[in-house]
Structures are given as C-alpha cells and as structure tokens.
Nanobody, 122 residues
C-alpha cells in the first residue's frame, strides 16, 4: 500500500491549490480516504473525507465552502481542491486511508501518505 501526496506550495491569501494523492497497492473505492493537516506545534486534524459506502463527501467546518474533495477511480487518485486559502490553512497536508467508510480522525487511518507542505502567506 502506497499513497503519494503532491501539489503543495506557497500561495498568497485568497489563492488556490489542488492536492493529489495517488494510491497504489489497493483499490481506493473500497476504503475510506481523507485529508488531514498538521500545523507547527499542533496536532494533526481532519480536513475532509470521501465515504467508501456512498461516495458522500464531508468537510471540517473550517474549510466548508472553500475546499472540495474528489476521487478518480480510474486513476486511483483522490484530490483536494483548495480555494480562498487563508494563512490558517498553512500546514503539512496528509492523505490517509482506513477501513471505516468515513475517516474523520487520525486514529482511523491505517496508511498515511508522506505529506505535502502548504504555506499561505503574502
């Protein structure tokens, strides 16, 4: 099982980024997959997930209306489109996969990607 996250970078407030998480060694559709982030000195927090049971999408209140999670089953890849970025969105973003249909806590994650840095600053 491998998850390869990419797409991070430095962006000004109000800007956009699209993160990708390419998965291999398993079929993405059968697992709950989510995005988490960790700011310096803080615990890793849940950002968004896609349900493996019905494809429903879920978001933390802090990103609702600005971020969009999606899945490309043919490419076995999950994306996180991030718009209207704020300085408080800064952190290392991780994709993670778990056995539960919806993964909303780090304790549910069985496999993590390596993380990609997102910095929102002027």
């Amino acid at each position: 099982v491998q998850l390869q996250a990419s797409g991070g970078g430095l962006v000004q407030p109000g800007g956009s980024l699209r993160l990708s998480c390419a998965c291999s060694g398993f079929t993405l559709d059968y697992y709950g997959i989510g995005w988490f982030r960790q700011a310096p000195g803080k615990e890793r927090e849940w950002v968004s997930c896609i349900s493996s049971s019905d494809g429903g999408t879920y978001y933390a209140d802090s990103v609702k209306g600005r971020f969009t999670i999606s899945r490309d089953s043919a490419k076995n890849t999950v994306y996180l489109e991030m718009n209207m970025l704020k300085p408080e969105d800064t952190g290392v973003y991780y994709c993670g996969v778990g056995l539960d249909p919806e993964v909303v806590h780090p304790s549910q994650i069985g496999w993590w990607g390596q993380g990609t840095q997102v910095t929102v600053s002027s």
